[in-house]
């Protein structure tokens, strides 16, 4: 019998995997986009993408993979915890910036 707490692990360790395949996806289909349109706004936009839903659910699941082995101690969660926020907050500011980019070359009024 599995326990409650070691399923909802396992639960959380496959949502993080998935969300960080899932990004990964999102920002290669971005990548893509800006090799096809080489818009700066589009480069803004893939990295910021990129940043947000590849690199931020890896550094989550990373750390949440060295706490659980105990490779890293707990002490080190809240560090973990403000690079996945740091991380967020730049992808949010590169997308952001790349509408103002796209705004303000008319590509989004078309």
């Given at each position: 019998m599995v326990a409650v707490g070691s399923l909802?692990?396992?639960?959380?360790?496959?949502?993080a995997t998935g969300s960080a395949v899932i990004g990964l996806y999102i920002g290669y289909h971005a990548y893509r986009g800006l090799r096809r349109h080489?818009?700066?706004a589009m480069r803004y936009l893939s990295v910021g993408m990129i940043v947000l839903f590849g690199v931020t659910y890896l550094v989550?699941?990373?750390g949440q993979g060295l706490i659980a082995a105990h490779v890293v101690g707990i002490r080190y969660q809240d560090s973990f915890r403000l690079v996945v926020r740091l991380l967020q907050f730049t992808g949010l500011v590169?997308?952001?910036?790349s509408l103002r980019l796209a705004t303000d070359s008319g590509l989004l009024s078309r």
């Open positions: 909802t692990g396992v639960l959380t360790g496959a949502a080489g818009d700066p989550a699941l990373l590169l997308i952001a910036y």
